[in-house]
């Protein structure tokens, strides 16, 4: 066909193929100008009378003069065949810009608004798509979209306009006898009644469900077995899938896909109104938060030649971050989930969408003997425009000097940005008060290899970890954040019982309260002494003293948020352990463990659907983080789905080398009456005990779902006497009916401090 002449039309390309025609992009050799030509299948047109109501109708759908529909220019014949010309879009169709993981909110609000508004117009000229989907919706260049085809499923459709049914028979499988496109029908058109816009909205539903979430709402391997499904069944709940959309934006999807016509919005107009209201509380928030300056601190380009030197350019960018956290007025993203995108190929504006922030600091470090070269620069995330950038050949003698130079110019740049140069604005008014190292630049640098093992967050890496804290204390005792850094190294070794919890939690106290005997402004030393005052002391008020003054002293510390959602968790204030957690995640949006612990709130106040979503979301994020599974298997344990929580126990003791997990195991296949794998577990904790520290509520756990409830009480004892830490959330464990009515749970509960 290419470089065929139709009338005066000359073909150029093909642009597409359908059940409803072939598509071209073609030269309008009167005008000079290109526009798309439809040629439509002979046999849809062989009935004179079928062919006078397509001539009608395309009369019709020429007349919706509308910027979100496409204009249809001509019709006419040729040698037999029959065409539609329209408007040629530069563009793609939006099958094809949705992205793998779904579209992001605002996005799919903005289309769907220009949807409905095309719908709208359609609707009200007595027109009904009748095949709505996105192969035939068009987004052109600037983001308009433009939707095809109105009225040509009806044009070409075998339906008799004297019929009740507009398919005859419902659930025909010969091909044509459905008019439209399978995945998108409403359950009327499945059934081959007469249509109204309404089946039009259900349609839009689809899309919009797809859009959000990269799949079908309806999904089989058959036609037949597709629209069995329309009919018959739900579709997964969107926010399963995903975790961060509003629940009013789920309503409104939810609505568009009512099975029964009279449950869904009545109007197009009805359903862009809901849309665009959605949109606006959107852009509020995003207005709100652009009050504050928000940033992230991407890894330093390590480009030296000891490739070593790593633990360098990673902790020159997080001094950087703690520095910008101290300045009032800002959001800094926390160096986890900056870290996160560590040699990734990601765009800055992705970047910038999954941080929630406006801005990326990025930089490279080259350090050779002495000398130093630090590159920065502050990049704007909407247009990737450089708003500052800069470049320090210096000795290491200028570190500290450099660290700090970089924070305030910052500070200033976004100063500029958020007050446009003018006026001063309260965000951004201060730079960053200097930061107290002691001047040592040996033991700096011990501290920074300190911090960069630690981050690694391996048994092994941590004590290299705590090596380097105490080479730095040793060069330099005035280092107050190298014992910051052994009193959270060894605050994990107690928690997670790879030492003693009664051996582990004095030194981190010891170590917390000497850095504070330092500098009693340090907000990370107050953070890391209310963590061990909270699972060892189990002295709530002091643990929520310590917390309170570091968040004071840095409200972005997102651990310290984290750290103070246990204090809720055992003091039984659930929903305010949500409302911490989620200002944890606000602040490092992709650390692992920060997701974990909001689905482990959410579990814990009885959420557990958004529970289930938080925690898949967390597993697609971090796969290999073991303590996704262990949430998530205890909140399915709590369904009764045994055999779901079992697989995520066994996946996460597969992801974990030390084993230290299962217990959960072991109380799954107890309570699933597999008595024999059961006890298969305890032997395997007790030959593990034999090695290394194992959490006495492990055999604990155990025991209870084998009905062993003296066994579970005698090892609930060696729990409290050894201080383990979990018991601060002993009440909201898994015990069988029994337990909890025995005097001994109570009493342990009241040794612990906790709530009756």
């Known amino acids: 066909?290419?470089?065929?002449?139709?009338?005066?039309?000359?073909?150029?390309?093909?642009?597409?193929?359908?059940?409803?025609?072939?598509?071209?992009?073609?030269?309008?050799?009167?005008?000079?100008?290109?526009?798309?030509?439809?040629?439509?299948?002979?046999?849809?047109?062989?009935?004179?009378?079928?062919?006078?109501?397509?001539?009608?109708?395309?009369?019709?759908?020429?007349?919706?003069?509308?910027?979100?529909?496409?204009?249809?220019?001509?019709?006419?014949?040729?040698?037999?065949?029959?065409?539609?010309?329209?408007?040629?879009?530069?563009?793609?169709?939006?099958?094809?810009?949705?992205?793998?993981?779904?579209?992001?909110?605002?996005?799919?609000?903005?289309?769907a608004i220009q949807i409905s508004d095309a719908l709208s117009r359609a609707h009200g000229a007595g027109i009904v798509h009748r095949d709505l989907k996105p192969s035939n919706i068009m987004v052109d260049e600037e983001g308009r979209v433009k939707v095809l085809d109105f009225g040509v499923a009806k044009l070409l459709g075998p339906t008799p306009e004297d019929s009740e049914t507009e398919a005859g028979t419902a659930l025909q499988t010969e091909e044509g006898t459905i008019v439209g496109t399978v995945a998108y029908m409403s359950p009327e058109q499945a059934l081959g009644k007469k249509l109204d816009g309404r089946s039009d909205i259900f349609s839009l539903g689809l899309i919009l469900y797809q859009?959000?979430?990269?799949?079908?709402?309806?999904?089989?391997?058959?036609?037949?077995?597709?629209?069995?499904?329309?009919?018959?069944?739900?579709?997964?709940?969107?926010?399963?899938?995903?975790?961060?959309?509003?629940?009013?934006?789920?309503?409104?999807?939810?609505?568009?896909?009512?099975?029964?016509?009279?449950?869904?919005?009545?109007?197009?107009?009805?359903?862009?109104?809901?849309?665009?209201?959605?949109?606006?509380?959107?852009?509020?928030?995003?207005?709100?938060?652009?009050?504050?300056?928000?940033?992230?601190?991407?890894?330093?380009?390590?480009?030296?030649?000891?490739?070593?030197?790593?633990?360098?350019?990673d902790g020159l960018a997080e001094e950087i971050i703690n520095?910008?956290?101290?300045?009032?007025?800002?959001?800094?993203?926390?160096?986890?989930?900056?870290?996160?995108?560590?040699?990734?190929?990601?765009?800055?504006?992705?970047?910038?969408?999954?941080?929630?922030?406006?801005?990326?600091?990025?930089?490279?470090?080259?350090k050779a003997g002495n000398r130093l070269r630090i590159s920065a620069q502050l990049v704007n995330v909407s247009d990737g425009y450089q708003i500052w950038s800069e470049r320090y050949d210096r000795t290491m003698n200028d570190i500290f000097e450099i660290q700090d130079e970089i924070s305030g110019a910052i500070v200033a740049a976004l100063k500029s940005k958020f007050a446009g140069g003018g006026e001063k604005t309260e965000a951004a008014a201060e730079a960053p008060k200097p930061a107290a190292r002691g001047g040592n630049l040996e033991a700096h640098e011990a501290y920074l290899r300190g911090r960069y093992y630690w981050n690694q967050r391996t048994w092994t890496s941590l004590k290299k970890g705590i090596e380097n804290f105490n080479q730095a204390i040793s060069k330099n005792p005035l280092q107050a954040q190298a014992y910051v850094g052994l009193a959270d190294s060894y605050n994990l070794f107690g928690y997670y019982n790879e030492r003693p919890p009664r051996d582990a939690y004095p030194k981190a106290k010891a170590a917390a309260l000497q850095a504070l005997q330092i500098d009693e402004e340090l907000a990370e030393a107050h953070a890391s002494l209310g963590y061990a005052i909270l699972f060892f002391d189990w002295d709530w008020a002091e643990s929520e003293k310590a917390f309170k003054r570091a968040i004071e002293l840095n409200p972005a510390y997102a651990s310290a948020h984290q750290w103070y959602g246990w204090y809720f968790f055992a003091t039984g204030r659930l929903e305010e352990a949500i409302e911490t957690m989620n200002r944890a995640h606000a602040l490092d949006p992709l650390a692992p463990i920060i997701n974990n612990h909001l689905g482990l709130a959410l579990a814990t106040a009885g959420k557990d659907e958004e529970a289930i979503v938080q925690l898949r979301q967390s597993i697609e994020m971090s796969p290999s983080f073991a303590l996704h599974y262990i949430v998530l298997g205890s909140v399915y344990l709590k369904q009764k789905k045994n055999d779901v929580a079992i697989e995520n126990f066994l996946k996460a003791v597969e992801l974990t080398p030390d084993k230290q997990l299962l217990g959960w195991l072991g109380h799954a296949y107890a309570v699933s009456g597999d008595e024999s794998d059961a006890r298969s577990v305890l032997a395997q904790l007790e030959d593990l005990a034999q090695q290394q520290c194992v959490s006495p509520l492990s055999f604990a756990l155990i025991e209870a779902g084998l009905n062993e409830n003296d066994r579970a009480f005698e090892w609930l004892e060696h729990a409290c006497e050894e201080r383990t830490s979990d018991l601060v959330r002993f009440k909201l464990y898994p015990w069988p009916e029994p337990m909890r009515l025995d005097p001994r749970f109570n009493d342990l509960a009241k040794r612990i401090g906790l709530p009756a």
Do not use: W
């Open 323 to 366: 520095s910008l956290a101290k300045a009032p007025g800002f959001r800094v993203v926390g160096h986890t989930s900056s870290f996160t995108f560590r040699g990734r190929q990601f765009g800055i504006r992705e970047i910038g969408e999954k941080l929630h922030v406006e801005t990326l600091l990025e930089g490279s470090v080259r």
């Open 211 to 313: 859009m959000l979430t990269a799949r079908h709402a309806f999904e089989g391997t058959t036609k037949m077995s597709i629209l069995a499904a329309i009919l018959h069944e739900d579709p997964p709940p969107i926010r399963q899938l995903v975790g961060d959309l509003p629940a009013d934006f789920e309503k409104v999807v939810e609505r568009c896909l009512q099975k029964d016509p009279t449950q869904r919005f009545q109007q197009a107009e009805d359903l862009r109104q809901a849309l665009k209201k959605l949109l606006a509380e959107r852009t509020d928030e995003r207005t709100a938060a652009r009050a504050t300056p928000s940033i992230a601190v991407m890894p330093f380009e390590n480009l030296s030649p000891d490739k070593e030197n790593e633990y360098f350019s």
């Open 1 to 111: 066909m290419i470089g065929r002449h139709i009338g005066h039309y000359e073909i150029i390309e093909k642009l597409g193929e359908g059940g409803m025609g072939m598509v071209f992009k073609a030269r309008d050799t009167r005008l000079d100008r290109f526009v798309a030509l439809k040629l439509l299948p002979t046999e849809k047109l062989a009935n004179p009378e079928r062919k006078r109501r397509f001539v009608r109708e395309a009369k019709a759908a020429s007349s919706l003069n509308h910027p979100n529909i496409i204009t249809i220019h001509d019709i006419g014949e040729e040698d037999g065949v029959d065409y539609i010309v329209m408007e040629f879009v530069q563009g793609e169709t939006l099958e094809k810009i949705i992205p793998t993981k779904g579209m992001a909110h605002e996005r799919t609000l903005k289309y």
